[in-house]
């Protein structure tokens, strides 16, 4: 049971290049969610899912786009980056009816040049 | 609109006293709180919760008041180890976004000191 894993753990992109950030969890979690962490920031929702072949946008969606094809991954996109998406992101999911625990993937660090 | 907010960044204890982090809200609608803890280069964990029907939930070493009439809770960590060194995040869910949406304060890094 591996619980949350992200991919890749680090990247480095040029500005308007793509990427794609890949989730997945074996939990069979219905929800499954994309942050962003910055300092001072905390941790800002981009984008949710609900279910398998459902999006929805967070806080702060601009820049970015998701899809949710299998109930086990949540794959987050960058179509152009911008230095401004210079951060770490943080995959979670939840278990659908579960108030308190979201699990966290380790994280994807991000740098913009 | 910061609707979770931690204003304390950081925050340092000796080891074997009690620490206090502190989290303000501002949205009424929030009726379930949740503390998670974050070590370096890993993810946050969940580590306490509290509904909004209760005062106070307690977890070992472990406590979470929360003071619906001032908008404020706070993690109690008695005695503290240095083990408990982290980010600590406080968070907020319920009405409108529902209980699947959290909302996340900014942070306290605590510091325990042997």
């Known amino acids: 049971n591996a619980g949350v894993t992200q991919t890749p753990k680090f990247r480095v992109l040029k500005t308007g290049q793509s990427m794609t950030l890949l989730c997945a969890q074996d939990m069979n979690h219905e929800y499954m969610y994309w942050y962003r962490q910055d300092p001072g920031m905390g941790l800002r929702l981009i984008h949710y899912s609900v279910g398998e072949g459902t999006t929805a946008k967070g806080e702060v969606p601009d820049g970015y786009n998701v899809s949710r094809l299998k109930k086990q991954n949540f794959l987050l996109g960058l179509e152009s980056a911008a230095p401004s998406q210079t951060s770490v992101y943080f995959c979670a999911s939840l278990l659908a009816g579960d108030q308190e625990t979201q699990y966290f993937g380790p994280g994807t660090r991000l740098l913009v040049l | 609109d910061q609707q979770v907010k931690q204003n304390s960044p950081s925050l340092s204890v000796q080891e074997g006293r009690i620490s206090i982090l502190n989290c303000d809200y501002t949205n009424s609608m929030f009726d379930y709180f949740l503390w998670y803890k974050k070590y370096p280069a890993e993810g946050p964990t969940f580590l306490i919760s509290?509904?909004?029907?209760?005062d106070k939930n307690e977890d070992g070493r472990f406590t979470v008041f929360l003071n619906k009439s001032a908008k404020h809770l706070s993690l109690h960590i008695v005695p503290s180890q240095p083990g408990d060194s982290a980010v600590y995040f406080c968070a907020a869910s319920g009405a409108p976004g529902g209980y699947q949406k959290v909302t996340f304060g900014t942070g306290t890094k605590l510091q325990v000191i042997p």
């Open positions: 509290i509904s909004s029907i209760k």
